[in-house]
């Protein structure tokens, strides 16, 4: 009962710091200062995930631990989003390419459908690296 509990609130703070990922897709936070906080405060450091290369990412966030992988490829896939929204061609690529390296670490390591439609995902990602200038 305890390990449920305990896997019940991270399932909430993540749900939080995505919702609040969207937010900030969608212009209603102010600042990303307010988005790094919050996921600071879940023990995330998004700048983190944004410099290193994205194998050491995968080695740093932890080879077995797939909930964290999976929660810095979304937040990377949203902020790459984001970025793309903007016209930051180079920052969107580079965060879209490192989500999908993490997404794609993930496959096989989960629970069918643990991760609402991994291959689709990916899609996705594609789709939107697709609409990029070549460089």
């Known amino acids: 009962m305890e390990q449920r509990d305990y896997v019940l609130r991270e399932i909430e703070r993540l749900g939080y710091l995505l919702a609040r990922l969207r937010d900030r897709i969608l212009g209603r936070i102010a600042s990303a200062e307010e988005l ?3 996921a600071r405060s879940l023990g995330v450091d998004l700048d983190m995930a944004r410099t290193v290369d ?3 990412l ?3 966030i932890g ?3 797939v909930t964290r992988r999976w929660f810095f490829a979304e937040a990377l896939y949203l902020e790459g989003l984001d970025a793309l929204y903007d016209d930051r ?3 969107a690529s580079d ?3 490192r989500a999908r390296m993490l997404f794609e670490s993930l496959d096989g390591q ?3 459908g643990a991760i609402p ?3 689709a995902r990916l899609d996705e990602i594609d789709a939107a690296l697709g609409t990029l200038p070549a460089d």
């Open 54 to 56: 994205p194998e050491t």
């Open 110 to 112: 989960v629970a069918a």
């Open 89 to 91: 061609a180079a920052d």
């Open 58 to 60: 995968v080695l740093m």
């Open 117 to 119: 439609d991994l291959p």
């Open 36 to 38: 790094h906080g919050a």
């Open 95 to 97: 965060l879209l390419l």
């Open 63 to 65: 080879a077995t631990d």
